[in-house]
């Protein structure tokens, strides 16, 4: 399934997406993603139908407003894309340059959509001043009008009138939670960019984090987090404390690009962590998920202690 997808975001999830969904309920009320980026979650889930309504939420307030122009003014985002998509009495490099200062200039959030489009990577990053620096793709213009307007156009069809977008602080949106929601978190990630992840305005305190779990887990909502992994052998930040009862599952990602630059072997694998409210619903054992191609050559691998993984299960994706 072709799901509809206008920039594409560093650490989103929407390739392990399918592999994710599988631990989520037939029929939920509400998705609310308290740390969106570019949605893909939710866009995954509307796309099959998964819940009702939707609130997508995240600090960077730019980002914020560009998903609701999105999802409720896609035309009019569309025409602006179009528009800025390249000048033709510029070179498309001074261009570039030129939109990111005026977008740090404006906080226009049109603007970054074609920023999103045209830097490297796609790898959003930020000043310690909460500026947009990062620099052009110099091998590409960024995506074509005509796509972007596919895209826009599929998401706002998928999504409106049924979601809500805001920027607010994560544990704002999470004190407004009910029973009837399932929260579905993928937080800037620590232990792989020390104190401040360049991808984020502003980070987050893991002491906080922990608290405003424990506070879920005593309303009983349900909740799953994309939080921390390993490559290899070797683990990146702390794991989540026992005491919140989470069931861990690991999702063989592959390997980064990195290591294949380096012609290393090193696998990634994302966590995703369930509350214990989740997983007594969906009967769910910790466990690990590796790629379809790979799943029987691992499972003769060794078991790398990490977390809390009493047993590992193997299911291919």
């Given at each position: 399934?072709?799901?509809?997808?206008?920039?594409?975001?560093?650490?989103?999830?929407?390739?392990?997406?399918?592999?994710?969904?599988?631990?989520?309920?037939?029929?939920?009320?509400?998705?609310?993603?308290?740390?969106?980026?570019s949605a893909?979650?939710?866009?995954?889930?509307?796309?099959?139908g998964k819940?009702?309504?939707?609130?997508?939420?995240?600090?960077?307030?730019?980002?914020?407003?560009?998903?609701?122009?999105?999802?409720?003014?896609?035309?009019?985002?569309?025409?602006?894309?179009?528009?800025?998509?390249?000048?033709?009495?510029?070179?498309?490099?001074?261009?570039?340059?030129?939109?990111?200062?005026?977008?740090?200039?404006?906080?226009?959030?049109?603007?970054?959509?074609?920023?999103?489009?045209?830097?490297?990577?796609?790898?959003?990053?930020?000043?310690?001043?909460?500026?947009?620096?990062?620099?052009?793709?110099?091998?590409?213009?960024?995506?074509?009008?005509?796509?972007?307007?596919?895209?826009?156009?599929?998401?706002?069809?998928?999504?409106?009138?049924?979601?809500?977008?805001?920027?607010?602080?994560?544990?704002?949106?999470?004190?407004?939670?009910?029973?009837?929601?399932?929260?579905?978190?993928?937080?800037?990630?620590?232990?792989?960019?020390?104190?401040?992840?360049?991808?984020?305005?502003?980070?987050?305190?893991?002491?906080?984090?922990?608290?405003?779990?424990?506070?879920?887990?005593?309303?009983?909502?349900?909740?799953?987090?994309?939080?921390?992994?390993?490559?290899?052998?070797?683990?990146?930040?702390?794991?989540?404390?026992?005491?919140?009862?989470?069931?861990?599952?690991?999702?063989?990602?592959?390997?980064?690009?990195?290591?294949?630059?380096?012609?290393?072997?090193?696998?990634?694998?994302?966590?995703l962590y369930?509350?214990?409210?989740?997983?007594?619903?969906?009967?769910?054992?910790?466990?690990?998920?590796?790629?379809?191609?790979?799943?029987?050559?691992?499972?003769?691998?060794?078991?790398?202690?990490?977390?809390?993984?009493?047993?590992?299960?193997?299911?291919?994706?």
């Open positions: 399934m072709k799901i509809p997808q206008p920039f594409q975001y560093q650490g989103s999830k929407r390739a392990l997406a399918t592999t994710i969904l599988q631990y989520l309920p037939h029929r939920v009320h509400r998705i609310v993603e308290p740390f969106a980026g893909a979650f939710s866009l995954a889930c509307a796309a099959r819940a009702k309504e939707y609130w997508l939420n995240d600090f960077n307030k730019p980002l914020a407003q560009l998903i609701g122009l999105i999802v409720n003014q896609p035309e009019e985002v569309s025409e602006f894309y179009k528009s800025t998509w390249r000048s033709e009495d510029q070179e498309p490099l001074e261009h570039y340059y030129q939109v990111r200062e005026e977008f740090n200039r404006t906080n226009d959030p049109k603007l970054l959509l074609y920023l999103l489009a045209r830097c490297v990577k796609a790898s959003v990053r930020y000043n310690s001043d909460g500026l947009f620096n990062q620099s052009p793709d110099k091998r590409r213009l960024g995506t074509h009008p005509d796509r972007m307007k596919n895209n826009i156009l599929g998401v706002s069809m998928l999504l409106r009138g049924k979601t809500i977008v805001t920027a607010q602080d994560y544990r704002d949106v999470l004190a407004n939670c009910r029973d009837e929601d399932v929260v579905y978190m993928d937080p800037p990630y620590q232990g792989v960019c020390g104190e401040r992840d360049a991808r984020y305005v502003s980070g987050i305190s893991f002491d906080d984090f922990v608290v405003a779990l424990d506070q879920l887990n005593a309303r009983g909502v349900r909740y799953m987090i994309s939080y921390d992994g390993r490559l290899g052998e070797q683990s990146y930040g702390e794991p989540l404390p026992d005491y919140l009862d989470l069931t861990l599952v690991e999702i063989e990602a592959g390997r980064s690009s990195q290591a294949t630059l380096l012609g290393r072997k090193d696998v990634t694998f994302e966590s369930l509350s214990q409210t989740l997983s007594n619903e969906m009967s769910a054992l910790p466990c690990t998920h590796y790629r379809a191609n790979t799943s029987q050559m691992q499972l003769l691998e060794p078991t790398s202690p990490y977390g809390k993984i009493p047993q590992r299960v193997s299911t291919a994706l």
